[in-house]
């Protein structure tokens, strides 16, 4: 004799199926359902980065790349000896901001990290950078992301 699947019941919704699976349970609720509970679930989002905090901090990478290539410190001779390279954004976010953050957060994806964790590595790479080569690129503000459409 097969064992039924348990029942649950939730009131105030309509053609609830809950089934025990593998990994948990399939929760299946009727389209008006969610659409109600969406309406009033109210979920604790960790306080993450926003998308604006994101564009300014790419923004700031391709500054900080800018400023480090005119002012004569490529990689070579900001990191390490060899070829000379020149900076991109993409080279500022892996090889100066991704390695701090690691070390720093233990977290390896910018999209993981806190509204304010932003400002912590900001402040320690911008004193890195300013010790070193004595350049110092301000984080972009709201007003410069509005000038180059980056909202």
């Not at 306080?47 to 500054?63: E, R, S, V, Y």
């Not at 800018?66 to 004569?72: C, D, I, P, R, V």
């Given at each position: ?65 800018e ?40 977290k ?44």
């Amino acid at each position: 004799m097969k064992k039924e699947d348990p029942v649950y019941t939730f009131y105030g919704l309509r053609d609830v199926t809950v089934k025990p699976a593998d990994s948990g349970f399939t929760l299946t609720l009727a389209e008006e359902d969610i659409k109600d509970i969406l309406k009033t679930l109210k979920v604790e989002k960790f306080n993450l980065i926003t998308d604006k905090q994101m564009k300014a901090l790419h923004l700031w990478f391709g500054l900080v790349a800018e400023a480090l290539n005119e002012a004569g410190f490529d990689m070579r001779k900001f990191i390490k000896e060899g070829v000379d390279i020149p900076w991109t954004k993409t080279m500022v976010k892996e090889h100066l901001w991704r390695p701090v953050q690691e070390i720093h957060l233990k977290k390896k994806s910018v999209k993981k990290l806190e509204k304010q964790q932003i400002d912590e590595i900001y402040e320690i790479l911008n004193r890195v950078i300013g010790e070193r080569t004595g350049i110092h690129i301000p984080f972009p503000s709201q007003e410069e992301l509005d000038k180059l459409n980056l909202i």
